[in-house]
């Protein structure tokens, strides 16, 4: 399949890029820069440097494709780059994957598919383009990532600690973060290309609910951590990304597994992460 692919040298994106070359697809990389552009090539797909709010320039490239995934979602991207898809796509074929997040479920001990957004404020921004692209004439579903991790992104990074000193805990760390790893992640994104069918979201999430306190803990033996009170997480982090993590989620991913038949494979974040 000809896929047009953005954020591909981005954390998400690059793992979707090397899962669609794996799967034999072809694809056409939007970067910003010449620089990036070189590192697409290399990695073996083709590269076009291009701004995602220049709806002329974009209008060829999204008609040649016959797939779409958007990894690169941000809120001064969003708002031009999809309406833009959904009208060049009206008429297509083509399936375009977009890009939301679990965060916008809110505090939810069980978020499947159904689940109603209750955002916090770092990603309301979301909801009104996300149904934009539920409510379109386009073949369209929306991939919900859990908070990623593996390799050396995504924001359990920020309970890695440097061993000298206690890891700063997002307030008291009961609160459970539902997990997905990068590449199984990635190969869902391919997953729900190839397969299509959804309208609306799909949420990737491996099954794995940690507390913050265990993923804070998980780095060996011995390890210390520091509880806060939630305003002074606030002040460290700052508030909006400090209240999204401060949220109590979970999830099992069930729809993604058996719709998709997807098997996310890197196991157990607490026995096999930090080993």
């Known amino acids: 399949m000809k896929v047009f692919l953005t954020g591909a040298t981005g954390y998400i994106g690059s793992a979707v890029l090397r899962a669609l070359l794996a799967n034999g697809h072809t694809v056409t990389a939007a970067v910003r820069t010449e620089e990036k552009a070189a590192a697409v090539r290399e990695a073996g797909a083709r590269a076009v440097v291009v701004d995602l709010t220049d709806r002329v320039a974009l209008a060829p490239l999204l008609r040649q494709a016959e797939g779409v995934i958007h990894t690169a979602s941000a809120p001064d991207v969003d708002p031009v780059f999809v309406p833009t ?44 383009l996300d ?100 305003d002074a997480s606030r002040e460290r982090l700052g508030a909006p990304f400090a209240d999204a993590l401060l949220q109590d989620q979970a999830a099992t991913g069930a729809y993604a597994k058996a719709a998709y038949d997807w098997a996310p494979s890197h196991g157990d974040w607490l026995k096999t992460e930090r080993a």
Do not use: C
């Open 85 to 128: 898809v959904l009208n060049e796509l009206v008429h297509s074929p083509t399936q375009f994957v977009h890009t939301s997040g679990i965060w916008l479920f809110g505090n939810n001990p069980a978020i499947t598919e159904e689940s109603e957004p209750e955002p916090p404020e770092i990603v309301s921004w979301r909801v009104p």
């Open 131 to 230: 149904r934009q692209v539920i409510n379109s004439n386009v073949n369209t579903a929306i991939v919900a990532p859990a908070v990623v991790y593996g390799g050396q992104g995504g924001v359990t990074q920020l309970l890695a600690g440097n061993g000298s000193a206690p890891t700063a805990l997002v307030g008291d760390g009961g609160q459970r973060w539902t997990l997905v790893h990068v590449d199984d992640l990635a190969e869902l994104y391919v997953r729900v290309l190839e397969k299509g069918a959804a309208v609306g979201y799909v949420i990737g999430a491996s099954g794995e609910n940690p507390t913050v306190r265990e993923i804070a803990e998980s780095a060996g033996p011995g390890t210390q951590v520091l509880e806060e009170a939630p």
